[in-house]
């Protein structure tokens, strides 16, 4: 298994970002997916899950309504369309995958793409 | 603020055990038996050490192990090594397709 993300970088405060994450490795298409962030020196916070078709998605309220997950199974691709983006979003994004369609346990990590918003 | 509250620190001599608290309340961690563990070295990625409360991951040795009781679950590790010194984290399941996952804590081998 490997996941590897990018598209991370500095962007300024109300600006979009998106990111992506390539799976390898296994059957990406019967898997959940999710996206972790970390603040510098910081915990870990989920942002947001998606389910193996790609049909049901859920996210943390710090970031309903601004982000936007989805995947693209033809191309074991991941994403995070990160909008209006303010100074709290900063932190290294990973993605993770499920141990299956919905079992919330991050099975798999990628090592992760830096964001970082700053005017 | 994070959703499970975690010592912020623990230590232990090699050889050891020490346990690692995690709690939640009757919404997470009582509610469901989706609690897991990550070990986090500085500058690493995650990884899996527990599932679905006392599960190991694949090639994570039988020294690690994960319980719950009510609210609270917990991890310990038993024989400590020099290896074992990084940051513990707790996760569970909070229902609505929710998850939160604890503020994490900091294992120093002595």
């Known amino acids: 298994v490997q996941l590897v993300e990018s598209g991370g970088g500095v962007v300024q405060p109300g600006r979009s970002l998106r990111l992506s994450c390539a799976g390898s490795g296994f059957t990406f298409s019967t898997y959940g997916m999710y996206w972790v962030r970390q603040a510098p020196g910081q915990g870990l916070e989920w942002v947001a899950l998606i389910s193996d078709d790609g049909n049901d998605k859920y996210y943390a309220d710090s970031v309903r309504g601004r982000f936007t997950i989805s995947r693209d199974n033809s191309k074991n691709t991941l994403h995070l369309q990160m909008d209006r983006l303010s100074t709290e979003d900063t932190a290294l994004y990973y993605c993770?995958?499920?141990?299956?369609?919905?079992?919330?346990?991050?099975?798999?990590w990628g090592p992760g793409t830096l964001v970082t918003v700053s005017s | 603020q994070s959703a499970l509250t975690q010592p912020p620190s623990v230590s232990g001599s090699p050889g050891q055990s020490v346990t690692i608290s995690c709690t939640g309340t009757?919404?997470?961690?009582?509610?469901?038996?989706?609690v897991s563990w990550y070990q986090q070295h500085p500058g690493k990625a995650p990884k899996l050490m527990i599932y679905?409360?006392?599960k190991r991951a694949s090639e994570v040795p039988d020294r690690f192990s994960g319980s719950k009781s009510g609210n609270t679950a917990s991890l310990t590790i038993s024989g400590l090594q020099a290896d074992d010194e990084a940051d513990y984290y707790c996760c569970s399941y909070a229902g609505n397709y929710h998850v939160g996952f604890g503020g994490g804590t900091r294992l120093t081998i002595l």
């Open positions: 993770a995958k499920d141990m299956g369609r919905f079992r919330f346990v991050f099975h798999y």
């Open positions: 009757s919404s997470d961690v009582g509610d469901y038996d989706y």
């Open positions: 679905d409360v006392n």
